[in-house]
């Protein structure tokens, strides 16, 4: 005859309750990937994201081609291939984010998706992770390129090169967030990103080292919001920072990646501008 105890022992012992952390990271990967699916469809976005790079890349190299580099202590090679990561940065990153929240703004995705378990913060990080993917897979094959074409050594620093270019995403994700706050439609993103794609191409050191503009220009040019991540990340791969100019590039990376996520925090809008 069973006992009491027998058929307890018996019973199937109940599945312990997921933890926050990893309902969190199952609700980012689903989001994530519905995300990329979208990116993958969206040919208009992917050829911004994988020809236009490449383009300017090479437009840099044709520039700097009439520019004296024999003081900076850089190659065209060089300044070509890390001014290709920040133009990754900005087109992969910002402008194709910028796109992003405001078409699942307009279409009512974020409002919907804010009616689930889903939290703001996983709603933004999950929107801008495939973006994210593609300029880190950019990045590396960058590096690749300038140690088989271009007789570029890996990166000197690593340590600085990945720290300019985790804070450079982060950056250009919450500025891109940011900025769709003040962009009214899809159409209207190609003109409020504008401003900062050609201020941090010509200000930032992408196009042109700052080294050689005069010391108070090239001074007010460290003020830039992408200035300071180009800093660390050329001279993370190519060496030759003294470690005061690298300190204050990265004080001022930093204190830009903030101010950021604050107007982000403050200002980001869920619903439709109408």
């Not at 309902?23 to 990937?33: G, N, Q």
């Not at 020809?51 to 003081?71: E, H, K």
């Not at 941090?200 to 080294?211: A, C, K, N, Q, R």
């Not at 200035?227 to 030759?240: E, I, P, Q, S």
């Amino acid at each position: 005859m069973t006992t009491p105890t027998a058929l307890a022992n018996d019973r199937v012992a109940p599945r312990p309750a997921p933890s926050k952390a990893s309902a969190s990271a199952r609700r980012l990967t689903a989001l994530a990937r519905a995300e990329l699916i979208l990116l993958i469809r969206n040919r208009s976005a992917i050829f911004v994201a994988l020809v236009l790079p490449v383009v300017m890349i090479f437009a840099i190299r044709s520039s700097l081609q009439q520019i004296d580099l024999a003081g900076t202590g850089f190659s065209i090679a060089g300044v070509a291939l890390t001014g290709g990561i920040g133009i990754v940065l900005v087109q992969v990153v910002y402008m194709t984010l910028v796109t992003g929240y405001v078409t699942r703004r307009e279409e009512l995705v974020l409002k919907r998706l804010r009616t689930g378990e889903i939290t703001d913060r996983e709603i933004l990080t999950a929107t801008a992770l495939p973006a994210i993917a593609l300029a880190l897979l950019q990045c590396v094959l960058l590096v690749g390129a300038g140690a088989v074409a271009f007789d570029l050594t890996a990166p000197k620093r690593p340590e600085l090169f990945l720290l300019g270019l985790v804070v450079g995403l982060v950056m250009m994700s919450a500025l891109a967030a940011a900025t769709s706050a003040v962009t009214r439609t899809v159409q209207t993103s190609q003109l409020t990103t504008l401003p900062l794609f050609f201020v941090s191409l010509f200000g930032s050191g992408i196009f042109v080292p700052l080294e050689i503009f005069p010391d108070r220009l090239a001074s007010m040019m460290e003020l830039l919001p992408l200035t300071g991540v180009m800093t660390l990340v050329r001279h993370g791969w190519l060496g030759g920072a003294e470690s005061g100019d690298l300190v204050t590039a990265g004080v001022a990376a930093l204190a830009w990646t903030a101010l950021a996520v604050f107007a982000v925090q403050r200002w980001f809008r869920w619903d439709p501008r109408g």
